[in-house]
């Protein structure tokens, strides 16, 4: 048997995702800015997507840009506010994902940008209090950079009280939303997000695809030059069938955002339930009670032999999970996200994620295999 509850890291394309790239693969090969009848075809087909990821965030066609993936969205946002918005100083958090943190610090050195890392509590919480403090501070042209969903331990801000400090001392708020899009409902009016990133991977898309919304307020210039493509944004010709299939992955999971979500917090509710019953000093890594991500469960076991090699043990019966975050795989010490929640070193943390697909069979089998292990 095969378990996979590593969805935070990619997540399996649907067959209605793979039919619809595929019938793109064979009929629908046009260049999209072509004028003739493959390339209309084609373009449509993009502005459909366009069409249904504004519809899905409450944003305007004009401000939704197709990218290769979230961290190039990312990167387009804190690198062009920086050259463009002239932002000066930067506030995020010491638990933000990788593409946050490593662009911030290359600003940082190759700008001379002030970067603030709000503090974190025990349970990754940002200090919203600090945030509010930092920014009735005159200061520099500053941008709040925070995600929505920690990746690693599940941790999810308070997207609107965010947004309201943001809103009142008038600097824009930039949210990495790549674990929740698709989850949850996203407003970006009423929680006056100027720029959010998407990757539709991780909500039963297809890899190598994207989104950005870039607030008409905020509009910025091109991140990569050459043709016209995405409205002068973004050059280069268009990945169509990867952009239907982040809008067919899309459409299907917010059609059954409520059933997915009721699916997926009975198995973490019975994992935390098991895994309590089954193993001695169990503990649970981010919140847990309300502000927490329902398909990310971080575990942490207690000190032991047996523990430390526990993702290698699991993966020989069949049971994929993680440890931290995919894009640092293969590292021996804690993740940065562990460390700045200051988890005890001794102890070792699994991050398992759940899918609306995953069953109850293959938990039980996992439980069953990890009391085995230790």
């Known amino acids: 048997m095969r378990v996979y509850f590593d969805n935070a890291s990619t997540t399996s394309m649907t067959d209605e995702v793979v039919e619809v790239m595929c019938r793109i693969f064979k009929e629908d090969f046009g260049n999209p800015s072509s004028i003739h009848w493959h390339g209309r075809k084609t373009k449509s087909l993009i502005e459909q997507a366009r069409k249904t990821v504004a519809k899905t965030i409450n944003a305007s066609l004009s401000e939704v840009f197709f990218t290769s993936c979230a961290t190039e969205a990312n990167n387009m946002v804190l690198k062009n506010a920086v050259e463009y918005l002239h932002i000066k100083r930067i506030i995020t958090s010491p638990t933000e994902h990788h593409c946050v943190l ?14 603030i890392y709000l503090h974190v509590d025990h349970k990754g919480n940002p200090d919203t209090d600090q945030l509010a403090n930092l920014l009735e501070e005159e200061s520099a042209e500053t941008l709040v950079s925070l995600m929505h969903g920690n990746n ?3 941790t999810m801000i308070d997207l609107q009280l965010t947004g309201e400090i943001c809103k009142k001392y008038k600097v824009p708020f930039h949210c990495d939303a790549v674990q929740t899009i698709g989850k949850y409902p996203i407003d970006i009016q009423s929680s006056n997000i100027s720029f959010l990133s998407a990757s539709a991977h991780k909500f039963h898309g297809p890899k190598g695809i994207g989104f950005v919304y870039i607030s008409n307020d905020y509009m910025l210039p091109a991140y990569i030059h050459g043709g016209a493509q995405e409205r002068n944004m973004r050059a280069g010709t268009e990945n169509v069938a990867a952009i239907a299939g982040l809008e067919k992955a899309l459409e299907v999971s917010v059609k059954d955002m409520d059933k997915n979500y009721k699916n997926i917090i009975n198995l973490r509710n019975l994992m935390k339930q098991q895994l309590s019953n089954s193993i001695n000093d169990i503990s649970f890594n981010g919140n847990q009670d309300d502000h927490f991500l329902a398909h990310i469960l971080s575990v942490s076991f207690p000190p032991g032999p047996k ?11 069949g049971i994929s999970v993680s440890s931290g ?5 293969g590292i ?10 200051k988890h005890p070193k001794e102890r070792k943390t699994i991050r398992f994620s759940f899918s609306p697909y995953n069953t109850i069979e293959e938990l039980n089998y996992t439980i069953e295999k990890l009391k085995e292990v230790i």
């Open 152 to 154: 690693e331990i599940g």
């Open 102 to 115: 490593h662009t911030v610090q290359y600003l940082a050195k190759s700008r001379h940008i002030e970067v």
């Open 307 to 317: 523990t430390e090699m526990l993702v290698m043990n699991l993966d020989i019966n």
């Open 332 to 341: 021996e010490e804690d993740s940065h996200v562990i460390q700045a929640i």
């Open 325 to 329: 975050s995919a894009c640092s795989a």
